[in-house]
Nanobody, 123 residues
C-alpha cells in the first residue's frame, strides 16, 4: 500500500509538450509495476502506459505510442510521463497507478491510485 500524488498538468497548445510526475510516499517500491491512465469527461478510464520495476520494459496504448514516454526514478520515488506532440484528443485527467503484482502487466488491475492531474490541449 502506497500513497501517490500526480503533478505537472496544465493547459497547452496542440503540438506542445508536458511532463507529468507522480511522487510515491514511503520507501522505494522497487518492485511495483507503475502505470498511467487517463479519463476524459463522459468517457471510461483508459490505459496509457506502464513500466516494470527495473524500468527496462514498458508498453503503451496505440494512441500515444511514439509521442509519450514513461520512465521512473526509484531512488527518488518518482514516476514520469513525458508527453510530446499533444493533441486535443489527449485532454483528460491523468492518473498514476501502482501494483505489487506483476499480473497488472497483463490484466491492467491496479490497487493504488493517485487523485489525478488535469491536462488540457487546445486547438
Amino acid at each position: 500500500q502506497v500513497l501517490l500524488e500526480e503533478s505537472g498538468g496544465g493547459l497547452v497548445q496542440a503540438g506542445g509538450s508536458l511532463k507529468l510526475s507522480c511522487t510515491i510516499s514511503g520507501s522505494v517500491p522497487s518492485r511495483y509495476i507503475m502505470a498511467w491512465f487517463r479519463q476524459a469527461p463522459g468517457k471510461e478510464r483508459e490505459f496509457v502506459a506502464a513500466i516494470n520495476w527495473t524500468g527496462e520494459n514498458s508498453n503503451y496504448a496505440d494512441s500515444v505510442r511514439g509521442r509519450f514516454t514513461i520512465s521512473r526514478m526509484n531512488a527518488q520515488n518518482t514516476l514520469y510521463l513525458q508527453m510530446d506532440s499533444l493533441q486535443p484528443e489527449d485532454t483528460a485527467v491523468y492518473y498514476c497507478a501502482a501494483s505489487r503484482s506483476w499480473t497488472a502487466w497483463i490484466n491492467y488491475e491496479y490497487d493504488n491510485w493517485g487523485q489525478g492531474t488535469q491536462v488540457t490541449v487546445s486547438s
